[in-house]
């Protein structure tokens, strides 16, 4: 978990998402295509179609911490010893799979 600051959210196609937003998502070196592949992979019933919710935001210096059962990543519930939920895991070895491609 983190404390963040949160700046105004957009709603657009997940397929209108530029290298320059793959990047700031966390992903340099991934391309937009292989970034929409993973994000339908990983959200079920996501397509390249679907409109998305797009939520800037920055970390504020010193306000991450994390939490045994919630992902560090993402906030979401992860098993009772972890920090890391499923989803985020599961990113993590798609990321490790393309540098192999
Ligand atoms: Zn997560």
């Known amino acids: ?3 963040i600051r949160v700046n105004e959210p957009s709603r657009e196609k997940l397929s209108a998402i530029t290298p320059e937003d793959v990047e700031a998502e966390g992903f340099p ?3 937009p295509t292989q ?3 993973m994000f339908c992979d990983s959200h079920e019933s996501c ?3 679907t409109i998305i919710t797009r939520i ?3 970390y ?3 306000g991450r911490f994390t939490l045994p059962g919630f992902c560090r990543f993402c906030g979401d519930r992860a098993a009772a010893t972890s920090t890391k939920c499923s989803k985020c895991e ?3 070895q798609f990321s490790e ?5």
């Open 29 to 31: 070196g991934m391309t």
């Open 56 to 58: 800037p935001y920055a």
């Open 90 to 92: 599961f990113v993590d």
């Open 35 to 37: 970034f929409i592949r």
């Open 97 to 101: 799979s393309l540098k192999h491609d």
């Open 60 to 62: 504020v210096p010193g």
């Open 1 to 3: 978990m983190a404390i």
């Open 47 to 49: 397509r390249p179609s």
